[in-house]
């Protein structure tokens, strides 16, 4: 059967909540609506892509992770969209990157967002990690790739320049500061 999945993250005021929704794309919940929690964005669903795995917001954007497919046919990498959400009722897209397939990765899915600073870590099952820069979200930009293809990477937590990956191996440290110069 099919599995659903929800993330979800909140705008740092704690008006909205941007949901995640697997198939169904990501949604805008105003928290503080008077009647209650209500939709209020459009259902976001980029190119009638597959599923929307993740999503992570600052103050004015939002980064939503997705891939076309669970298994790697032909060029369905993992990407990841930034929309502006300064109207959280109209979200719109700034820019998209197609993140890079490493030589014996054999399947990718963007599964979590990890942000740091301008630094967006994107777990890409055994494609690894990545790290994108966020500093300009009309012009994302790849900063490195590292990691092991032959683990799946679920998700990442950042110390410093630690990058503590969970993966189906169990708990792995990378130094990230080492990758910078891959």
């Given at each position: 059967?099919?599995?659903?999945?929800?993330?979800?993250?909140?705008?740092?005021?704690?008006?909205?909540?941007?949901?995640?929704?697997?198939s169904?794309?990501?949604?805008?919940?105003?928290l503080?609506?008077?009647?209650g929690?209500?939709?209020?964005?459009?259902?976001?669903?980029?190119?009638?892509v597959?599923?929307?795995?993740?999503?992570?917001a600052n103050s004015?954007?939002?980064f939503?992770?997705?891939?076309?497919?669970?298994?790697?046919?032909?060029?369905?990498?993992?990407?990841?969209?930034?929309?502006d959400?300064?109207?959280?009722t109209?979200?719109?897209?700034?820019?998209?990157?197609?993140?890079?397939i490493?030589?014996?990765?054999?399947?990718?899915?963007?599964w979590?967002?990890?942000?740091?600073?301008?630094?967006l870590?994107?777990?890409?099952?055994?494609?690894g990690?990545?790290?994108?820069?966020?500093?300009d979200?009309?012009?994302?930009?790849?900063?490195t790739?590292?990691?092991?293809?032959?683990?799946?990477?679920y998700?990442?937590a950042?110390?410093?320049?630690?990058v503590?990956?969970?993966?189906?191996?169990?708990?792995?440290?990378?130094?990230?500061?080492?990758?910078?110069?891959?």
């Amino acid at each position: 059967g099919h599995h659903v999945r929800f993330h979800a993250a909140l705008s740092p005021d704690g008006r909205h909540a941007y949901i995640a929704d697997d198939s169904e794309g990501m949604q805008v919940v105003d928290l503080q609506h008077p009647s209650g929690p209500a939709i209020v964005g459009t259902n976001y669903r980029p190119f009638g892509v597959d599923m929307v795995y993740d999503v992570i917001a600052n103050s004015t954007h939002a980064f939503l992770s997705y891939n076309n497919s669970r298994f790697l046919s032909g060029s369905d990498a993992s990407q990841v969209h930034v929309l502006d959400i300064s109207d959280p009722t109209s979200p719109t897209v700034t820019d998209t990157i197609t993140l890079p397939i490493p030589g014996g990765a054999t399947t990718v899915s963007a599964w979590n967002l990890t942000l740091n600073g301008n630094d967006l870590y994107v777990s890409d099952n055994n494609a690894g990690i990545h790290i994108v820069d966020v500093s300009d979200p009309s012009n994302l930009s790849l900063t490195t790739t590292f990691g092991s293809t032959s683990v799946n990477h679920y998700d990442a937590a950042v110390a410093g320049n630690y990058v503590f990956a969970a993966t189906d191996s169990g708990l792995i440290v990378y130094d990230a500061s080492a990758s910078y110069s891959n």
